[in-house]
């Protein structure tokens, strides 16, 4: 939506190569999720951010309320990497546990 | 692990026939919510509950009822289903901000 805007829209990789995923908030936000939808149609819940950096595997995500926006690094992409993966925040002033998506980026990665 | 589980996973009704999507959850989480997916729109948000008996309208609310019978259990409630409600509909749970998605309805109305 227009609080969370994500780019880029599309991402194509090779195997082997990374990227970083984008999300700016127009808004300061509580906190920060990062999905992927997968082939079969679900959302894998990848990171959940109030601050900071995590990281699992080839995935590292940070997240800087202040600055107003989150990233979403994928090094040495694999093939079943490929998917739309989404970010969602909470505005700082809900109290609602209710999230606001980003449009989604697809990412395909090609042998 | 969180678990939130959907049913049925499709289902194809006709226009102005009733539909019903039920969301159960084991995580024992007070807030549950119903979302749409639509390319280009992301995830909207349809109701959402923040415990049994609690129904809350989201941001696209139209077109669609919500009942919380219990604390596991959250359906989705079409009574006049429309083309337009063709989608990919995702329930989730969450204690407080992080939530947990459920594997996503698809529902196709003819």
């Known amino acids: 939506g227009d609080q969370v805007e994500q780019s880029p829209s599309a991402l194509s990789l090779h195997e082997g190569t990374g990227s970083a995923l984008r999300c700016n908030f127009t808004?300061?936000?509580?906190?920060v999720q990062w999905f992927r939808k997968n082939s079969r149609g679900s959302l894998i819940n990848l990171f959940y951010?109030?601050?900071g950096t995590k990281e699992n595997g080839r995935l590292k995500s940070a997240f800087d309320s202040k600055e107003r926006y989150s990233t979403l690094h994928i090094r040495d992409a694999q093939l079943e990497d490929s998917g739309t993966y989404f970010c969602?925040?909470?505005?700082?002033?809900?109290?609602?546990?209710?999230?606001?998506f980003g449009l989604g980026t697809t990412l395909q990665v090609q042998p | 692990e969180a678990a939130v589980t959907q049913s049925p996973r499709n289902k194809v009704a006709v226009t102005g026939g009733k539909v019903t999507l039920s969301c159960n959850q084991t995580?024992?989480?007070?807030?549950m919510y119903w979302y749409r997916q639509d390319t280009g729109h992301g995830l909207r948000l349809i109701h959402y509950?923040?415990?049994?008996?609690?129904?809350e309208k989201g941001d696209i609310p139209d077109g669609y009822k919500a009942s919380r019978p219990s604390q596991e259990n959250f359906s989705l409630i079409l009574e006049l289903a429309t083309p337009s409600q063709t989608s990919v509909y995702f329930c989730?749970?969450?204690?407080?901000?992080?939530?947990?998605f459920g594997p996503g309805t698809r529902l196709t109305v003819l």
């Open positions: 989730a749970s969450g204690a407080s901000y992080e939530q947990y």
């Open positions: 808004t300061t936000m509580r906190a």
């Open positions: 951010l109030a601050s």
């Open positions: 969602a925040a909470e505005d700082i002033t809900g109290n609602t546990g209710k999230l606001i």
């Open positions: 995580n024992n989480h007070n807030n």
């Open positions: 509950s923040y415990g049994a008996g609690s129904t």
